[in-house]
């Protein structure tokens, strides 16, 4: 007679191979209509690019794979405002960091709170430009900028090799349309809500070319657009004492703290 034990681990055993099974057969029947997702995509590309003022709030994973293989996540929560077209606040508060940044058009403020210190670098410009100066001149990308741009569509679909419509999935009560992406160098997914207003609920970065496909993911809530979303005045209150940094030394708004050092980085 079989133990109870030897029997539950059976039935695991059953039940995740059925799933697996499962997995595989939905997706090779419902297997993408690239254009469905492109216009699906391209629908939320507008929707955003419409709204003079967005805030919402978001929880992050950044996932790193250690040299022996193993996979450990930093999650983090943020908050985000932005005025269209050159004005954004946000924040980002997790276990290693906690940081605020403010662009009011010009200047561009960072605060790093738990070290008490801020700086101020003048760039005037649109919002698509100050991401582009953060991730080239200062190698400090805003985490799933590309979705902030005035036209989310054109800065992505280029580089897509592949799209697929997987159908609806749900995210904190919402009803999504799931759509997944791939390019030369990551794979990329994304939940749109349904309806009138077609936001990103879920947005998942899994990089391929890294040993393990570690994944970055943005888990959207709180959405506002309109009124509700501008009564920001984009202004960052320096503590006392605070210390001034050169431009050189901007606070990474991502979080990958000291103790999970880049192998080979310099």
């Given at each position: 007679?079989?133990?109870?034990?030897?029997?539950?681990?059976?039935?695991?055993?059953?039940?995740?191979?059925?799933?697996?099974?499962?997995?595989?057969?939905?997706?090779?029947?419902?297997?993408?209509?690239?254009?469905?997702?492109?216009?699906?995509?391209?629908?939320?590309?507008?929707?955003?690019?419409?709204?003079?003022?967005?805030?919402?709030?978001?929880?992050?994973?950044?996932?790193?794979?250690?040299?022996?293989?193993?996979?450990?996540?930093?999650?983090?929560?943020?908050?985000?405002?932005?005025?269209?077209?050159?004005?954004?606040?946000?924040?980002?508060?997790?276990?290693?960091?906690?940081?605020?940044?403010?662009?009011?058009?010009?200047?561009?403020?960072?605060?790093?709170?738990?070290?008490?210190?801020?700086?101020?670098?003048?760039?005037?410009?649109?919002?698509?430009?100050?991401?582009?100066?953060?991730r080239d001149k200062y190698h400090r990308p805003v985490p799933a900028a590309d979705l902030l741009m005035a036209d989310p569509y054109k800065e992505l679909m280029p580089l897509v090799v592949d799209a697929k419509d997987l159908g609806s999935g749900v995210i904190r009560g919402v009803e999504c349309d799931h759509l997944a992406f791939r390019t030369d160098e990551v794979d990329w997914q994304i939940w749109i809500a349904q309806g009138d207003r077609p936001y990103p609920c879920r947005y998942v970065i899994t990089s391929?070319?890294?040993?393990?496909?570690?994944?970055?993911?943005?888990?959207?809530?709180?959405?506002?657009?309109?009124?509700?979303?501008?009564?920001?005045?984009?202004?960052?209150?320096?503590?006392?004492?605070?210390?001034?940094?050169?431009?050189?030394?901007?606070?990474?708004?991502?979080?990958?703290?000291?103790?999970?050092?880049?192998?080979?980085?310099?």
């Amino acid at each position: 007679m079989e133990r109870p034990a030897t029997r539950s681990a059976k039935t695991w055993i059953f039940v995740l191979a059925m799933a697996a099974m499962a997995a595989t057969t939905s997706i090779s029947v419902a297997r993408a209509d690239d254009a469905q997702a492109k216009n699906l995509f391209k629908a939320m590309s507008d929707y955003l690019a419409a709204q003079q003022a967005i805030s919402f709030d978001y929880d992050s994973t950044l996932e790193i794979v250690t040299d022996q293989g193993q996979k450990l996540g930093l999650a983090s929560s943020s908050t985000l405002t932005l005025n269209r077209p050159d004005k954004i606040h946000a924040t980002r508060h997790g276990g290693f960091a906690d940081i605020e940044m403010v662009f009011d058009g010009k200047t561009l403020t960072l605060l790093s709170k738990d070290t008490n210190q801020f700086v101020k670098i003048e760039e005037p410009g649109t919002i698509d430009q100050l991401v582009d100066v953060l991730r080239d001149k200062y190698h400090r990308p805003v985490p799933a900028a590309d979705l902030l741009m005035a036209d989310p569509y054109k800065e992505l679909m280029p580089l897509v090799v592949d799209a697929k419509d997987l159908g609806s999935g749900v995210i904190r009560g919402v009803e999504c349309d799931h759509l997944a992406f791939r390019t030369d160098e990551v794979d990329w997914q994304i939940w749109i809500a349904q309806g009138d207003r077609p936001y990103p609920c879920r947005y998942v970065i899994t990089s391929t070319k890294v040993k393990g496909s570690p994944q970055y993911t943005i888990d959207v809530w709180n959405w506002k657009t309109g009124k509700e979303a501008a009564s920001d005045d984009f202004t960052l209150a320096i503590p006392q004492g605070a210390k001034e940094v050169k431009a050189g030394d901007v606070p990474d708004f991502d979080e990958l703290p000291a103790i999970f050092a880049v192998k080979g980085a310099q």
